[in-house]
């Protein structure tokens, strides 16, 4: 159903498709396997090392402070390499616009930018994200005006409960960024990733459509 | 002076009702700042971590609550279950933790978990074999019901068609899963709580805890999906207020995805063996079922009370088997039992149809005569203009004969109904001697848009600006409101504030009347002013002035028999799709829905209940299902990856059109919640089977499912 070659799966190379009720690469991280994970996060944490110098020492297992850019704040949060940057955002930083629905990557209601480009918080560890930017819906709707994709988000009535609609937005917004002018075809593929229970679909859409053509227009 | 009397304006002068117009919650939806209760993280809140059997049927032999008690972070332990307890479904609730932190509540399920020990018993989890079922003594009989001769009519019908159709159990996958946070001021207990029944779940809390459902306060301002399965406190819900009693903290607890996916809510599936019957004019002459389905632990099943749906043929036949699962159990899913009665009932009758050689269209206009609720002639009306819509004479072909290629195109239609009546309401009206307004209630914004009908209602009522009112709402400690369930919340609440504003309006009228020396009797209120006749009198502001120090508070209830309101809705749709006859994969080329709904308020939330309804029908349609595995017992799709949903690509053109001649505006306001999700699955399935040629008699109509059919009708 859902487009694996969707920007937003980018982020989760080796993640998407490995969720389940039984296993996941994820939930196996943050539990028991400590010492595999404590492993593969000190390969997480060796490649950041190696592109950002100042990065802090983390180690394994024990809560560390980290300090993490978002929204253009330096944030200090101490927390165990096997913390989400979701959880961080929701439970330490009351960042609470990105939601957790599913956790296993499959429905982009926890949808942030990384460094600009659309990542899934729940799978990402806090820990991969010293040194990058993080942007989450509060950081991208901050100014006194609406963003241009929640004026066309409200003109097309494309929320109803609302709990999938901020990770939409921030997927919509990076899309529209990336391929102003896109048909609809593109947006359907594009934003196929985030996944709406109240079936908010034709209205989500159709402000897309408004959206890449604003951004054509340029100027928004 | 004229009677005054409650009702609505006359449509031509309506300045916003029945426009359309956006939520005027949208954007702190979208821009992340509208707090679930998901979201609440009060000062101090802990998290609480569930463990669940991962056994359908078991009794607890063993547990050990004191061995994590003292492990890092835990605040607090809670056990649902004791030792020698039974556990009826997989994911039923053993114990709970709350900790500092969500991933130490985590490790202590976990330890937990090492010391559970559970004596395995036997289970059955396959819904849809009756002969099974009744051979591992999991049948119950749950009634018959007869009406004329079905032997007789049989007898002398020109067509007899038989078959056998299902639709299997789905979740309501609520995207914020069931939970609270709760926290303790004292005697008082706060519960944040993703519920549809504000009003209705205090006194679930206070009952168990021992205190007064005066000491709860319940709140909801959003709540990210219910579908009919948020109405109560639940046992969940009871654990957290207890547990942050335990740790004097507040606790959040919500369901993990998996948990939140069995036990959460099911709706129960529904399966038959029907025969039915047709004169030589394709009149249907009788209907001869046994049906078939389980609700979960309890047997039940789908009500058959309304079968064949929604129908009333001369001469009707029916029985009803429930099986006992040890699945979840069942609550309220969107139109309870509708979506699934559609399901089974009106394939068969297209299967008929198709017997006789007929048009699908033809023999469901002829069979109008049949339908309840005395909706016929509508539902011709809305079948006209929905076949206008999806080109149906042009595009109709008889069943399997579409051109050639592996691609099939197809159409297919369905009808429904629903009642909608209003529920009770109770709101508090105030007009500020500054001319503020604002209202008080006990509802909630299920994500319906009642936020915005109430503010539509007043604004329009006062002659106001959308923004010069406000209403709150989501509070316990607000007059009494129905739950939002059946669609009962747009009736009850725009009657109960129509009321409270013409009531409020006419006090005013009074005073600016003795003020300005003018005839109460011909005020009105428009743009911000008062007006006598063409004349203004005074703005809304100077009127308001009158009130002196004091706001006017007027008290509005429903539902009253005054007209503002009524029910019994119908629609139509009918889809375009095709079918990759390789593949098995089915896509939606257009989907026309033709809906009633009585007087619209705002046309373009009510479109957008619609849409969604054809949405989340597109979803049980083709791809949703819960699937039992019958070894273990498990739900083993219980996921977002393996429970699939369609996404914003999945799902084809959507038109919504809302069939509103004056003659419905005068029926006035009418839910509509519900009705959409009903026909979709019919629909869906019956241009299937017009495309390929055979019927794919369950639901979902996966990729499977269509070749299994294929493989089977071409043999
Ligand atoms: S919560 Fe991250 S993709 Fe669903
Ligand atoms: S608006 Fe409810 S899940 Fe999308």
């Not at chain 2, 009707?316 to 399901?343: D, E, F, M, Y």
């Amino acid at each position: 159903m859902r487009d694996l070659s969707h920007p937003l799966s980018e982020t989760a190379p080796g993640e998407t498709g490995q969720g389940g009720s039984g296993f996941s690469r994820r939930a196996f991280l943050k539990g028991s396997g400590a010492a595999v994970a404590a492993s593969v996060i000190a390969t997480a944490v060796e490649e950041s090392i190696a592109q950002e110098k100042k990065v802090q020492r983390v180690v394994a297992g024990k809560p560390t402070e980290l300090k993490l850019d978002i929204n253009g704040k330096s944030q200090t949060v101490t927390v165990e390499p096997r913390v989400t940057l979701l959880d961080v955002l929701r439970n330490d930083l009351n960042l609470t616009g990105a939601k957790e629905v599913c956790t296993t990557t499959n429905c982009g209601a926890c949808t942030v930018l990384i460094d600009g480009k659309p990542a899934l918080a729940c799978a990402k560890f806090a820990v991969e994200c010293l040194g990058k930017k993080i942007t989450t819906v509060e950081g991208l709707n901050s100014g006194k005006e609406l963003d241009d994709v929640v004026k066309c988000f409200v003109k097309h009535d494309a929320t109803q409960c609302g709990y999938c609609t901020p990770g939409f937005m921030v997927a919509t917004k990076a899309f529209v960024s990336a391929n102003p002018g896109a048909t609809l075809e593109q947006i359907r593929k594009g934003l196929g990733g985030n996944i709406c229970r109240c079936g908010t679909y034709d209205g989500l859409a159709k402000a897309a459509v408004e959206c890449v053509a604003n951004a054509k227009k340029g100027g928004k | 002076m004229a009677e005054r009397k409650f009702g609505w304006g006359k449509r031509s002068e309506n300045v916003l009702i029945g426009k359309s117009i956006p939520r005027i919650d949208a954007a702190v939806k979208a821009t992340g700042a509208a707090k679930y209760t998901a979201d609440t993280n009060s000062k101090g809140t802990l998290f609480a971590r569930l463990l669940s059997s991962k056994h359908a049927a078991a009794k607890l032999t063993a547990i050990d609550l004191e061995a994590v008690k003292n492990l890092p972070g835990v605040k607090a332990v809670h056990a649902f279950k004791e030792v020698g307890d039974e556990i009826r479904w997989e994911g039923e609730l053993i114990a709970a933790v709350a900790a500092e932190r969500a991933e130490q509540a985590e490790d202590a399920v976990k330890a937990l978990e090492a010391t559970a020990k559970f004596e395995v018993l036997e289970h059955f989890v396959d819904e849809a074999d009756v002969a099974r079922a009744a051979f591992a003594n999991r049948t119950k009989g749950l009634g018959k019901a007869n009406k004329g001769d079905v032997e007789e009519a049989l007898k002398t019908a020109k067509a007899v068609h038989k078959g056998f159709y299902g639709i299997h159990t789905i979740s309501h996958m609520c995207l914020e899963p069931h939970g609270s946070h709760c926290e303790w001021k004292g005697d008082d207990l706060d519960v944040h709580l993703s519920t549809q029944s504000v009003s209705g779940t205090p006194s679930q809390f206070a009952e168990p805890l021992g205190i007064d459902a005066s000491n709860v306060t319940v709140t909801a301002n959003y709540e990210g999906g219910g579908f009919g399965s948020k109405f109560q406190a639940d046992e969940w819900g009871i654990a957290a207020a207890k547990m942050a009693k335990e740790a004097g903290r507040p606790v959040r607890l919500m369901l993990d995805r998996a948990t939140e996916l069995k036990i959460g809510g099911t709706r129960p599936s529904g399966f038959i063996d029907v025969t039915v019957a047709a004169d030589a004019d394709g009149k249907v002459v009788a209907w001869d079922s046994i049906h078939w389905g389980t609700a979960g632990v309890g047997g039940g099943g789908v009500d058959l009370g309304q079968m064949p749906y929604p129908f009333d043929f001369p001469n009707v036949s029916k029985a009803q088997v429930g099986i006992s699962c040890n699945t979840g159990p069942n609550r309220a899913w969107r139109a309870p039992p509708h979506p699934q009665l559609c399901a089974i009932t009106q394939p068969a009758l297209d299967d008929l149809a198709a017997k006789l050689k007929m048009d699908s269209y033809d023999f469901f206009m002829k069979n109008l005569v049949f339908t309840q609720h005395g909706k016929g002639e509508v539902y011709a009306e809305e079948m006209k203009i929905a076949a206008k819509e999806i080109d149906w004479k042009k595009k109709w072909h008889p069943r399997g004969k579409g051109a050639a290629g592996p691609v099939k195109q197809g159409l297919g239609m369905a009808l429904h109904t629903w009642g909608g009546g209003p529920g009770a309401c109770t709101c508090t009206l105030k007009i500020h001697p500054d001319g503020a307004v604002e209202s008080f209630l006990g509802s909630q914004d299920i994500g319906t848009g009642t936020r915005t009908i109430i503010c539509i209602t007043m604004a329009e009522t006062l002659g106001l600006p959308l923004e010069g009112v406000k209403v709150n709402l989501g509070s316990s400690k607000y007059p009494a409101s129905a739950p939002s369930g059946g669609s009962i919340t747009v009736g009850g609440v725009s009657g109960a504030h129509r009321r409270a504003a013409q009531t409020a309006l006419w006090k005013l009228f009074d005073l600016v009347a003795a003020k300005y020396k003018v005839e109460a009797d011909g005020l009105t209120a428009k743009d911000g002013n008062i007006l006598n006749g063409k004349d203004k009198v005074c703005t809304w502001k100077q009127a308001c002035a009158l009130l002196g120090q004091m706001p006017l508070e007027v008290q509005g209830k429903g539902p009253e028999k005054d007209g503002l309101t009524s029910e019994r809705v119908g629609g139509v749709q009918m889809v375009d799709l095709s079918v990759d006859t390789g593949t098995g994969l089915v896509r939606i080329n257009k989907f026309v829905s033709v809906q009633d709904c009585g007087m619209i308020i705002d046309e373009l939330t009510a479109k957008s209940q619609v849409l969604g309804g054809l949405i989340m029908g597109i979803a049980y349609a083709l791809t949703e299902e819960q699937i039992m595995d019958n070894k273990t017992g498990r739900y083993i799709n219980a996921d977002l990856l393996n429970y699939k949903l369609p996404g914003i690509g999945d799902v084809g053109e959507l038109v919504a059109i809302m069939y509103q001649p004056d003659s419905e505006y005068d029926r006035g306001v009418i839910g509509l919640g519900e009705p959409p999700v009903i026909a979709p699955g019919a629909a869906i399935s019956n241009a299937v089977a017009n495309a390929i040629g055979v019927r794919v008699p369950v639901l979902p109509l996966t990729p499977k499912r269509v070749l299994d059919a294929l493989k089977g009708g071409q043999a």
